[in-house]
């Protein structure tokens, strides 16, 4: 029994120090995803971040681009990320470009995203 917990424990170490970044783990923290072409994804909640990137939480099954945005919307920031894994609802995602204020972003298509309520353009 101890060489199983001592296997265990060696293995989740070495599974830590694969990792760039610690992560921190969120608590219902919603999000919205859109296209870089400022379509409208889903929504989503970030389960934990890192420096690096977001572990992301699906509402519902869709299909994700390689690249796409990300609005956290406690903060309200908005970041370019980049898909790194997919496991059914759950999805991985490095920062392509940081997280910054949405009010930093003129592109209108982006900003929509902060709007409590919003609908695509048909």
Same mark, same amino acid.
């Given at each position: +029994?101890?060489? #199983?917990?001592?296997?265990? $424990?060696?293995?989740?170490?070495?599974?830590? !120090? *694969?990792?760039? @970044?610690? =992560?921190? *783990?969120?608590?219902? *923290?919603?999000?919205?995803?859109? /296209?870089?072409?400022?379509?409208?994804? %889903?929504? %989503?909640?970030?389960?934990? +971040?890192?420096?690096?990137?977001? =572990?992301?939480?699906?509402?519902?099954?869709?299909?994700?681009?390689?690249?796409?945005?990300?609005?956290?919307?406690?903060? =309200?920031?908005?970041?370019?990320? !980049?898909? =790194?894994?997919?496991? &059914?609802?759950?999805? &991985?995602?490095?920062? +392509?470009?940081?997280?910054? /204020?949405? $009010? @930093? #972003? /003129?592109?209108?298509?982006?900003? $929509?995203?902060? !709007?409590?309520?919003?609908?695509?353009?048909?």
């Amino acid at each position: +029994m101890l060489n #199983f917990l001592n296997a265990k $424990k060696e293995s989740l170490t070495r599974a830590i !120090q *694969r990792r760039l @970044h610690p =992560r921190q *783990r969120t608590r219902l *923290r919603p999000a919205k995803l859109a /296209s870089l072409d400022n379509e409208f994804i %889903c929504d %989503c909640t970030i389960r934990d +971040m890192s420096e690096g990137g977001v =572990r992301l939480v699906l509402n519902e099954d869709t299909d994700l681009p390689e690249e796409f945005y990300v609005f956290d919307a406690v903060p =309200r920031t908005v970041a370019e990320v !980049q898909l =790194r894994w997919r496991n &059914g609802l759950a999805a &991985g995602v490095v920062y +392509m470009v940081p997280p910054a /204020s949405i $009010k @930093h #972003f /003129s592109n209108t298509g982006v900003r $929509k995203l902060a !709007q409590r309520l919003y609908a695509l353009d048909g």
